[in-house]
């Protein structure tokens, strides 16, 4: 190959890698183009703001529990000699279920009594004595301080003999045993559960519209699903006067289940009778974007979302009234509002 040619061949060479090159520059260009989407229409489902007659009644969801539950434990410390319960066994309040090893503590309640009889000897014959000129005054004053403080130590130890019985603090059923006898027991250690499940409790939470409504001694009924077409009574105990962050109240109350047909832990529905029924403003509640706490929705505008600060009440299974911000057929948007911004293009997909 004489020197022409190789000039040739290395020009033409370095002339296809710049036609690659500037190739690959043109893709790279078209890959850093921005796409406007502030113009691309969203899809989202709609629903209408609509009149409804509403019942004057309130139902919120609540799981039933024990009136009472409370532990069992030692007082005092040893190896546990009894424990005569097994779940599901029926005690009494202070009753005795079981005892630990006080022998040690029962010898020392025999040794207190015998200082203090000793010691009410010995203040007689001082006292005796005094009288009779061959003692002193002081002797008598000891020896009644000696009399005193023996019968503190005999306080003392019959309450550690006492102590040495396990008792249940409420009435109720064992609902969970933590210890076997033979085992040790230390002070304050949980041996077992009892729970008052004759006396149950519902706890649910009332919004601030509602529960000015509420007070203790109002009644409710109460309802489950695994009971279907049975109703019990329920009574307002307690009305929370702070609500939580979302200005909603706690309110107990008490479900008397005296023929043990409910058990701690189910499912209920606490209906309470607020007077008349009324027509108000509702929507779905899926299309609130903030939730109850800063309520907001994007109303349909046209072809375009429009974002809307809306006051809401009451819950209503799957809607929630509308008390202001909305009007009677307004559509609002129940799907797609991730993607909406104040303004975005829409298309409704549906009703």
């Known amino acids: 190959m004489n020197k022409r040619t190789l000039i040739i061949a ?19 260009d078209a890959k850093k183009v921005v796409v406007d989407r502030s113009k691309m229409s969203v899809a989202v489902a709609v629903a209408k703001v609509t009149l409804q007659q509403i019942e004057g009644s309130l139902q919120l969801p609540a799981t039933l529990e024990p009136g009472k539950q409370a532990d069992i434990s030692a007082s005092a410390a040893g190896k546990i000699t ?3 319960i097994q779940l599901g066994s029926r005690v009494g309040a202070g009753q005795q279920v079981g005892s630990v090893d006080i022998r040690q503590q029962q010898l020392g309640a025999r040794d207190a009594e015998e200082a203090l009889a000793k010691a009410q000897r010995d203040y007689q014959l001082a006292k005796e004595l005094f009288e ?4 002193t005054a002081q002797s008598v004053k000891d020896a009644q301080h000696n009399i005193d403080a023996a019968r503190i130590r005999v306080q003392q130890s019959g309450r550690q003999v006492s102590d040495g019985a396990i008792k249940s603090p409420i009435s109720g059923i064992i609902t969970a ?3 076997e006898a033979g ?15 004759y006396n149950l409790k519902a706890v649910v939470f009332v919004s601030e519209k509602d529960v000015y409504q509420l007070k203790p001694g109002f009644n409710a009924t109460i309802g ?13 105990t307690y009305v929370a006067p702070v609500g939580d962050e979302n200005h909603n109240y706690r309110v107990e109350l008490a479900v008397n289940n005296k023929a043990a047909e409910l058990k701690a832990g189910t499912y209920i529905k606490v209906n309470f009778d607020l007077g008349q029924d009324f027509t108000a403003l509702q929507m779905p509640k ?4 903030e939730g109850t706490k800063n309520p907001y929705v994007y109303v349909v505008n046209g072809d375009k979302a429009a974002m809307r600060k809306i006051t809401v009440g009451r819950e209503l299974g799957e809607y929630i009234e509308v008390l202001g911000g909305l009007q009677e057929g307004d559509e609002v948007v129940t799907s797609g509002q991730i993607n909406l911004t104040n303004g975005s293009p829409i298309t409704k997909t549906g009703k």
Do not use: C, Q
Request: net charge positive; glycine share 10%.
């Open 224 to 236: 489950a699903d695994v009971l279907p077409g049975r109703t019990f009574a329920g009574k307002v």
């Open 10 to 28: 290395i020009v033409v060479v370095f002339a296809a890698i710049g036609i690659v090159l500037a190739s690959n520059k043109r893709e790279l």
């Open 286 to 289: 899926m299309a609130l974007v």
């Open 132 to 135: 009779g000129n061959a003692g």
């Open 183 to 197: 085992e040790y027991a230390n002070p304050g250690a949980t041996l077992a559960t009892v729970a008052d499940i």
């Open 82 to 84: 009894s424990l005569n």
């Open 177 to 179: 045993k933590n210890a």
